[in-house]
């Protein structure tokens, strides 16, 4: 029985899609090399605007996707970098979590996620013992570890720190601008009219950097307006969490003139702030207004809803991430020095220091 003639072969602009096109496939429909194709899937910049813009074209009609994995082994690489944090409970290290993620994938990267509880121990693990074969790169916020710790730290593999532990050390360093921060929430409760302005947060101990910057920044902004300090108004805590700020909110309360505002170091410091003046009866703001710092999804919720300073997340992500791929690019050899950036924040009004109207 005949079968008829043979069909001929699929074009490259007809055949399978997807995961099955190549980057010869792509060249094919574009009208242009292989080497052209794969400089503009790798982003190098001496490609002209029209070619460009014909493989682009090629790219989407064939619905290719790169095969990362191969890309990475012939890098040398995994695709994978780390991130360790503190306290992954925390939601401002779970959000932050979430953007370093994002940014991760955006360059095709895997992030590993490692929760060290700020214990030197966990923190040396995870800067000496992931193996460089395992990650390319390391984000890490550090609360136990200084320079002396990060100096002598064996394994090359490239490493950007978060948070205020550590400034002007031997890694790459990512932060904001903590006294500012805190000038700005104080200033702010000021500007209303508040004169009894109490902090909550203070700690001791030498791993507390975030806790210093922001006492200096409390203590600049009453100043700025000629008051004296008073240092009943300034209350310790052991923790940033929701119990201690309404215990200390309890011990502020029972002082012979408590404050008519409180700056609390954190949002979770705050939020217990809120509960504990609501189970008191005392309004919030008319008789005592709230600032904390972070921007976390629950403020957003609370009762009233909680004026902070937000520090912008998705930035701080992707500094952190582009900082790696250049060390990266570089080999862990780099010879530039290390860099200090410095990410944004803003100041959040809401009704914990503005009440609504009627």
């Known amino acids: 029985m005949g079968t008829g003639p043979a069909e001929p072969p699929p074009s490259p602009a007809t055949r399978q899609t997807g995961r099955g096109s190549r980057l010869a496939d792509v060249a094919t429909l574009a009208g242009v090399s292989v080497k052209t194709v794969s400089n503009v899937v790798n982003g190098y910049e001496h490609?002209?605007?029209?070619?460009?813009?014909?493989?682009?074209?090629?790219?989407?009609?064939?619905?290719?996707?790169?095969?990362?994995?191969?890309?990475?082994?012939?890098?040398?690489?995994?695709?994978?970098?780390?991130?360790?944090?503190?306290?992954?409970?925390?939601?401002?290290?779970?959000?932050?979590?979430?953007?370093?993620?994002?940014?991760?994938?955006?360059?095709?990267?895997?992030?590993?996620?490692?929760?060290?509880?700020?214990?030197?121990?966990?923190?040396?693990?995870?800067?000496?013992?992931?193996?460089?074969?395992?990650?390319?790169?390391?984000?890490?916020?550090?609360?136990?570890?200084g320079s002396a710790e990060l100096t002598a730290r064996r394994d090359m593999t490239p490493m950007v720190l978060l948070g205020e532990r550590v400034y002007a050390g031997p890694q790459d360093h990512v932060s904001i601008d903590n006294v500012a921060a805190a000038r700005t929430a104080v200033g702010h409760l000021l500007d209303l009219g508040r004169r009894r302005v109490a902090a909550i947060g203070e700690q001791s101990r030498p791993s507390a950097g975030t806790a210093r910057l922001r006492v200096l920044g409390y203590l600049e902004a009453i100043r700025d307006v000629g008051l004296e300090i008073d240092h009943d108004l300034i209350v310790p805590t052991e923790t940033f969490s929701r119990a201690d700020g309404a215990g200390a909110m309890d011990a502020l309360l029972a002082l012979p003139e408590p404050p008519d505002a409180v700056f609390c170091f954190n949002d979770l410091l705050a939020l217990g702030v809120l509960r504990r003046l609501h189970e008191r009866g005392v309004r919030v703001p008319e008789d005592v207004a709230v600032v904390g710092i972070d921007d976390i999804e629950d403020g957003r919720w609370a009762t009233p809803t909680l004026t902070t300073i937000s520090p912008d997340k998705a930035q701080i992500a992707r500094l952190a991430v582009q900082l790696l791929a250049d060390r990266l690019d570089e080999g862990a050899g780099g010879a530039t020095e290390p860099r200090e950036l410095e990410a944004d924040f803003e100041l959040v009004i809401r009704e914990s220091t503005a009440a609504t109207d009627g």
């Open 47 to 145: 490609v002209s605007a029209d070619t460009r813009a014909k493989v682009d074209a090629a790219l989407v009609q064939l619905d290719y996707r790169p095969n990362l994995a191969a890309r990475n082994l012939r890098r040398g690489r995994s695709g994978i970098v780390a991130l360790a944090l503190p306290e992954l409970e925390v939601p401002y290290f779970a959000e932050l979590a979430r953007h370093v993620v994002e940014a991760a994938r955006e360059r095709g990267w895997t992030v590993l996620i490692d929760q060290t509880d700020g214990e030197r121990e966990r923190e040396q693990l995870v800067m000496d013992s992931f193996g460089t074969q395992l990650i390319d790169g390391l984000i890490l916020s550090p609360i136990a570890s």
